[in-house]
């Protein structure tokens, strides 16, 4: 079965840098996600991402944040500036229509860890 | 109130037993309402989706809405030590607006031999 991909599995950074989380969706899918979970607390929406644009973010997903499809594959969530609060699990979603019904197939996330 | 609640457990319950999961919500807004059941380090996995109230089965799974309550169920029926997992309620508005889910803190669930 078709799975979303997410690499890395654990990326450990420090305070201040740039990171980039990535993400291959399922092929044929052309909605993207990216949600996060802070340890020990529920899953949360960043972003979805649809036609080459943000189709909604929320609060959390502020100036430092930002999402890119450089090719036919790849989706990538980069932070610029880490803090030690966007240490949590980042997981990437996708589906293949925007409707309601139509459900989220998520990765297995990355484990971003900020010292 | 929090939008979503749920019960964060842990529930701890012996080989076939039935296992009872709940979320109540806030948002009457919300018509669309998952199951997603999630192993330790891995994504969460769709188990179940209802549209409104009513329910739906599968196998031994089955997910009840009560939109006048605002309540809902996850019954797993024979359970197993497979099932040992933590189970998430999710739910969404209607179609043409908001696509983002929100999410339950998720019960941690413990099927004992």
């Known amino acids: 079965e078709p799975e979303v991909t997410q690499t890395p599995s654990h990326q450990v950074t420090q305070m201040g840098q740039e990171v980039i989380l990535r993400c291959v969706p399922i092929?044929?899918?052309?909605?993207f996600y990216w949600y996060r979970q802070i340890l020990g607390q529920k899953v949360e929406f960043l972003v979805s991402f649809y036609n080459n644009e943000i189709s909604e973010k929320s609060e959390i997903f502020d100036d430092q944040f930002s999402v890119e499809r450089p090719d036919g594959s790849n989706f990538t969530l980069k932070i610029r500036s880490t803090k030690l609060e966007d240490s949590a699990m980042y997981f990437c979603a996708s589906t293949r229509e925007r409707g309601a019904d139509s459900p989220l197939h998520f990765g297995n996330g990355t484990r971003l860890t900020v010292t | 109130q929090k939008e979503v609640e749920q019960d964060p457990g842990p529930l701890s319950v012996p080989e076939g037993a039935i296992v009872s999961l709940n979320c109540t919500y806030s948002n009457s807004a919300f018509q669309y309402f998952m199951w997603y059941r999630q192993y330790s380090r891995k994504g969460p996995e769709l188990l179940m989706y209802t549209y409104s109230s009513g329910n739906k089965e599968d196998g031994r799974f089955t997910a009840q809405v009560d939109k006048s309550s605002k309540y809902i169920s996850l019954f797993i029926r024979d359970s197993q030590p497979s099932d040992s997992a933590t189970y998430l309620c999710?739910?969404?508005?209607?179609?043409?607006?908001?696509?983002?889910?929100?999410f339950g803190t998720g019960t941690r669930l413990q099927v004992t031999l």
């Open positions: 999710a739910m969404r508005r209607g179609p043409g607006t908001a696509s983002k889910l929100t």
């Open positions: 092929s044929n899918h052309l909605y």
